[in-house]
């Protein structure tokens, strides 16, 4: 374990979005590993209680969004990174003329409008602070279009232009704000996805989750530590230049 970055001799703290599960488990995980304060927030306690700080709340509204940051700044100080990594996939997407407008909202509200809500939130503190980091967890299909997936495609693509935006916010104040973009990975999400392709397909889950593995340049799906690994960098000191970048974590495959 490298030796954990520090704020005024203290740990440094750390909030992060959907870490009952998945990429964000294993980010909190990583994270934590490292020294910092972590503080997971998620919808189910189930998912969170093995945590050593946890919060149940949605990231749905500007007022969960507020009282996430109040309790964590309350209970373990100033946040100095924010992993915006909570995000929907309904599975029950369809084609434009289709889809559901509430569906369409919703997905927004969570996907999009909750990194914004936190982001504003945390970033002057870093600014005044002149310290911080801001990572989006967005996907590959923010970086490319798909079928019967507006508004998660949207929402990804959104998330991306919102970091873009941050990061010239807060760029030469020692903030820096970056996207990591998941390809195929075996979450609860994933998963979801798989089962609905199978569904449609009348194959098994497992022959969706195979050919996604052929489809690779890499010849296999990404874990979730690999894009955890990405987060914790980008997290760190050490790439302390790298600002408004999305970086693609997929073993070279475009979606």
Known sequence: ??????????????LVTGAGTGIGRAAAEALAAEGHAVMGVGRTEATLRDLENYLVESVATPEGCGRIVAETEERLGEIDVLVNNAGIDSGEEQLI?????ELW????????????????LVAGGMVARGWGRIVMVASTAGLAGGRSLSAYTTSKHGMIGLMRAIAQDVAGCGVTCNAVCPGWVRTEMGELTA?????????????????????????????????ADVIGLLASDALSGVNGEAIRVALGSLW
């Open 195 to 227: 089962a609905r392709e199978s569904h449609e397909r009348g194959v098994p889950a497992e022959q969706i989750w195979e050919e996604r593995a052929a489809a690779s340049p890499g010849g296999r799906i990404v874990t979730v530590q690999e894009v």
């Open 1 to 14: 374990m490298r030796p954990a970055s520090t704020r005024d001799g203290a740990r440094r703290v750390a």
């Open 105 to 120: 909202e919703a997905v927004m509200a969570t996907n999009l409008s909750g990194p914004f809500h936190l982001s504003r």
């Open 97 to 101: 003329w289709k889809q559901s407008p």
